[in-house]
């Protein structure tokens, strides 16, 4: 077995193998959890190019085409990533959500199909969990999958989904038994999205892009292998999923936020008193946020304050980078984009009042909300 490098030793490595890529043109610049449509084709090249050079998946096991390290490596990856302003993977949905689930709950069939060729980007994941009428209520949702035979039949819709045109599969949960409480009811799928009876409709967002879409299922017959974990175990595996998503904030996320703060400052010409004390406090915060991670990153229950202080920070964030552009923020620059953008990553992965709701019943022990169904 191949010896594992010391932290130092590779962050010097890491350093090197971006900024290479990067003075060639091949590394893409960051962009935050969801892939953008005109990143799109460079997104692509430079995660496989990551992977022809051995520096995809940094913790994930060798057999799977992953460098066999450990998750403090990875930690480093996306540090030296953040200080070079290069993506550190091509989407979260594919190298994240669905990678982490298939290696905790897949089989040995489903992770020798599915892992190397995610990190090798012939497969891009889409996650289908939001429903119109199921998104901070999640286990409300209505796509149902019927057993038959060997396939499941599945009718439904779902929405908000994240680089859904782009994917070959998809995450999805779907109700197997509508007979069972709401939670325990539910299934999770790998969804090839090139099946019969699928349809995918991209939705313009505000911000003029169209990174998300609704997703009609209409009789497709997927496959019973494709169930992930134990049929009418899908809430358990999406917890999982969920608590990836929310997470993942740490240490890489406050080296971006310097950079920001700093090219406002030098953006803005002269920066009075009261927009200094701004900026001091949002990079407070930030520092915060990255101390928490440091300290207790690994922790389930601290997702929520993760998400939480993350999603919030990169709000007002925005704001105050228009309030020190001006006008001209109103209109066509990097400010206007991200004022239009910030206030979905108050929602996207479950909402901040969600957030609250979690942090105050799981962490701080307050009463449950009422539920009118279980
Ligand atoms: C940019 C973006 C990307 C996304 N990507 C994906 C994706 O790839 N895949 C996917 O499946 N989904 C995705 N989503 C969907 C996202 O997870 C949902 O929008 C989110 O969970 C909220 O659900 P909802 O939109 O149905 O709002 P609702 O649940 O209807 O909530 C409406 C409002 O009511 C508040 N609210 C609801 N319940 C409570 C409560 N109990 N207490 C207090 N306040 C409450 C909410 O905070 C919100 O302000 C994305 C969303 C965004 C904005």
Not at 19 to 44: D, R, W
Not at 328 to 333: A, K
Request: proline share 4%; glycine share 10%.
């Amino acid at each position: 077995m191949a010896e594992i490098p010391s932290i130092a030793a590779f962050r010097e490595d890491a350093a090197e193998f971006i900024a290479t890529a990067v003075l060639s043109g091949g590394a893409c610049p960051a962009y935050g959890a969801i892939l953008p449509p005109n990143l799109h084709q460079h997104a692509m090249l430079w995660q496989r190019h990551c992977f022809d050079a051995g520096w995809a998946g940094v913790h994930w096991p060798t057999e799977y085409g992953g460098m066999g390290l450990t998750v403090d490596h990875n930690v480093v990856w996306h540090e030296e990533c953040a200080k070079a302003e290069v993506a550190p993977y091509l989407n979260l949905q594919g190298l994240v959500l669905a990678g982490e689930a298939i290696l905790r709950s897949g089989t040995d069939e489903q992770r020798e199909y599915f892992l190397r060729a995610t990190l090798s980007n012939e497969i891009l994941w889409c996650q289908l969990f939001s429903e119109p009428g199921a998104g901070s209520d999640l286990a409300g949702l209505q796509t149902s999958a019927i057993r038959d035979g060997d396939y499941y039949i599945l009718n439904g819709q779902k929405v908000w989904s994240s680089n859904a045109q782009f994917a070959q599969y998809g995450i999805l949960m779907a109700r197997t038994d509508s007979e069972q409480p709401k939670h325990k009811g539910i299934t999770f799928f790998l969804l090839d999205m090139e099946l019969a009876g699928l349809e995918v409709r991209p939705i313009k967002q505000m911000t003029g892009d169209s990174e998300f879409c609704e997703v009609f299922f209409t009789d497709v017959s997927l496959p019973a292998e494709s169930v992930l974990g134990e049929v009418n175990g899908g809430w358990g595996v999406a917890m999982g999923v969920l608590q990836d998503e929310r997470g993942g904030a740490g240490a890489a996320g406050v080296i971006s936020l310097r950079k920001r703060l700093e090219a406002m400052v030098e953006g803005s010409g002269s920066v009075d008193s009261v927009k200094s004390d701004e900026l001091t406090r949002i990079l407070n915060r930030g520092n915060a946020l990255q101390s928490l991670m440091e300290r207790r990153g690994g922790d389930p229950l601290i997702a929520p304050v993760a998400k939480l202080m993350n999603s919030e920070l990169g709000y007002d964030e925005a704001q105050l980078a228009s309030s020190l552009q001006g006008a001209e923020s109103m209109l066509n620059s990097k400010s206007t984009e991200d004022l239009l953008y910030s206030p979905g990553m108050r929602i996207a992965g479950g909402s901040s009042e969600i957030q609250r709701n979690i942090i105050g019943e799981r962490i701080l022990g307050l009463p449950r909300e009422p539920q009118i169904d279980s």
